[in-house]
């Protein structure tokens, strides 16, 4: 991805499109400190850069989160953030740990270590904040998917929320898989308030009662071979009326092309994985 086809994204949608995704590269935390590129390769995009902030290395274990939470390693944050505002990003929205509630990820947090999870999070924000004021801070989860040692299906929000101090957007991933996917109308109830984790309904319940904006950053088709519903043009459909009844909170919802088989989401004729959900989601975008 790059300036030019995130340009072409709204251009061939027929709606410029305002914010694009990034990650930066973390296999080490010298990594994550000095990977850059992953800003240059947007210069000259117009909209506004959505950047996805691990809170650990990829070699780290989740336990390590006390570090970051004690402030062992509030120079990389800090130098995070610098790159960012001497780049022209410093509005950036980043998405601090997200989908901290997977077992997938190095930050990864469960109902008993959520104390921890949060702390390291907020030191993050607090940290960047101070370098790059006008950073906006998005906390999402993962849908769907349960918090290890939950009590309530909930508590992937409720305690890992940070605080009302430091988050502006409140989000989620979510795909057209698994209980969060749907083909219907019955179905399509039971993905958005799902019964073991929260749905985009409860997260967009939950922005609303925090008065925060609403952050659906990946959202998208998936592949059947990933027990996805495929070319599924009412997932497209629905996700649209989801967010014209939310967009009273609405600030960011983006659809997650990624052509690989671990998705094959594509919309873009360039990889034209699902022609009809395409030409569903041109006509209402």
């Known amino acids: 991805?790059?300036?030019?086809?995130?340009?072409?994204?709204?251009?061939?949608?027929?709606?410029?499109?305002?914010?694009?995704?990034?990650?930066?590269?973390a296999p080490t935390w010298a990594a994550l400190s000095n990977s850059t590129w992953h800003i240059d390769t947007f210069r000259g995009f117009k909209g506004r850069l959505v950047y996805g902030l691990p809170m650990l290395p990829a070699n780290a274990k989740p336990a390590q989160l006390r570090d970051v939470a004690a402030g062992k390693h509030d120079a990389v944050f800090r130098k995070l953030a610098r790159d960012l505002?001497?780049?022209?990003?410093?509005?950036?929205?980043?998405?601090?740990?997200?989908?901290?509630?997977?077992?997938?990820m190095s930050f990864s947090a469960t109902a008993p270590t959520a104390p921890t999870y949060r702390a390291a999070w907020r030191r993050i924000a607090q940290v960047m904040a101070k370098e790059s004021p006008a950073l906006v801070f998005?906390?999402?989860?993962?849908?769907?998917?349960?918090?290890?040692?939950?009590?309530?299906?909930?508590?992937?929000?409720?305690?890992?929320?940070?605080?009302?101090?430091v988050v502006d957007l409140v989000g989620c991933s979510t795909y057209d898989w698994w209980i969060t996917g749907a083909r219907n109308e019955s179905?399509?109830?039971?993905?958005?308030?799902?019964?073991?984790?929260?749905?985009?309904?409860?997260?967009?319940?939950?922005?609303?009662?925090?008065?925060k904006g609403l952050s659906i950053s990946e959202w998208g088709l998936a592949t059947k071979r990933r027990n996805g519903n495929g070319d599924n043009p009412f997932y497209i459909r629905?996700?649209?009326?989801?967010?014209?009844a939310n967009a009273d909170i609405l600030v960011l919802e983006q659809y997650f092309n990624e052509p690989a088989a671990s998705m094959g989401n594509s919309?873009?004729?360039?990889?034209?994985?699902?022609?009809?959900?395409?030409?569903?989601?041109?006509?209402?975008?």
């Open 238 to 244: 629905k996700m649209k009326q989801f967010f014209d």
């Open 85 to 104: 505002r001497a780049r022209g990003r410093g509005n950036s929205i980043v998405k601090i740990g997200w989908e901290a509630n997977g077992y997938w």
């Open 267 to 285: 919309l873009w004729p360039e990889a034209p994985q699902n022609p009809k959900a395409a030409a569903v989601y041109r006509q209402l975008w």
């Open 1 to 25: 991805m790059n300036a030019k086809r995130a340009t072409a994204w709204g251009t061939w949608r027929g709606t410029p499109s305002d914010t694009t995704m990034t990650y930066p590269e």
């Open 138 to 165: 998005s906390f999402e989860v993962n849908c769907g998917t349960a918090l290890k040692g939950q009590r309530n299906r909930l508590d992937s929000l409720t305690k890992l929320y940070p605080g009302n101090d």
């Open 187 to 211: 179905t399509w109830r039971t993905s958005i308030r799902p019964p073991k984790g929260p749905g985009i309904a409860d997260v967009a319940s939950f922005a609303r009662a925090k008065r």
